[in-house]
């Protein structure tokens, strides 16, 4: 950890932009998105490869999130050079390790009320990661769009003078989002997993074809979801994309974002909708 830090230091003083895209791992197309679009921004590209225990609750998937070091170095090998960094938990948090950081407001929703503590984990890790390798950009998905906007705030509230940047969504040929989680799901639940984006793309020909009451939408969006039994919805709901408040009544741009359990894997997604 301290190479990563000195040689940051390095970098900087030579005068290159460094990009950073942090990830928990088992790459997919999604993470080597962001590595592309990195590439546009600066000299250096850093991804960091940490599963992070503490925005993990008890019960919750930290054993069986995958891991698959080899084959993610063999992913990156097309985009080097890289600076691959993949720090232990030890060094990331020490038994003495006291602080969290905690993002109100935007933290408590949509999956803060399910994962409890996951943004606290989250926003501290990031601002740990960021100390680190002190980047000028760092890269998130849109995927995971309420930690985007968690990101978004703390870089703001704290003043770490980095520079968010935003990808979309990369979907598999029919439409379910790709996660790492998704090489847990058996192949039922594979299949039935296409109803995520079934819905949200019924969601979006609602709205696009002008129904502005989302109480309506979201009944629709459960009678369809319903289809799929092994699919048990945590939340679906339509919000402000800015401050992730629920919408009644359709006015402007508003997020649809879901949570979803088949088996014991635990799927989001969002689309974002414009009347
Ligand atoms: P993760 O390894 O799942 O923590 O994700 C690391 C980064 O990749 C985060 O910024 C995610 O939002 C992003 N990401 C994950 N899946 C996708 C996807 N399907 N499309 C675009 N970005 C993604």
């Given at each position: 950890m301290p190479d990563m830090s000195a040689l940051s230091d390095r970098l900087r003083e030579r005068g290159q932009k460094i990009a950073f895209v942090p990830t928990m791992g088992a790459l997919h197309e999604g993470h080597l998105a962001l590595l592309t679009a990195a590439r546009e921004y600066a000299d250096q590209v850093v991804v960091s490869i940490f599963v992070n225990p503490i925005q993990f609750a008890p019960g919750e998937d930290f054993e069986r999130y995958p891991r698959d070091l080899n084959g993610d170095k063999k992913k990156l090998k097309p985009f080097e050079p890289l600076i691959l960094f993949c720090p232990s938990a030890a060094a990331m948090f020490p038994g003495d390790f006291k602080t969290r950081i905690e993002v109100e407001e935007i933290s408590q929703k949509l999956c803060g009320k399910f994962r409890l503590g996951h943004f606290k984990g989250v926003a501290t890790v990031v601002a740990k990661l960021f100390n680190i390798v002190k980047p000028h950009f760092a890269l998130f998905g849109e995927k995971d769009y309420q930690q985007l906007l968690v990101i978004k705030q703390l870089v703001r509230d704290l003043n770490l003078g980095i520079k968010i940047i935003a990808c979309p969504t990369v979907r598999e040929y029919d439409g379910l989002a790709l996660s790492s989680?998704?090489?847990?799901?058996s192949a039922p639940e594979r299949k039935a997993a296409t109803v995520l984006y079934r819905a949200l793309t019924r969601a979006k020909k609602e709205i696009e074809g002008g129904e502005t009451d989302t109480r309506r939408i979201l009944l629709s969006l459960g009678r369809l979801i319903g289809f799929e039994p092994t699919v048990r919805v945590e939340y679906i709901a339509i919000v402000d994309?800015?401050?992730l408040r629920e919408v009644k009544d359709i006015k402007g741009k508003v997020l649809v974002a879901l949570a979803a359990r088949l088996g014991k894997t635990r799927l989001i997604d969002n689309l974002l909708i414009t009347p």
């Open positions: 989680r998704n090489r847990n799901l994309p800015e401050t």
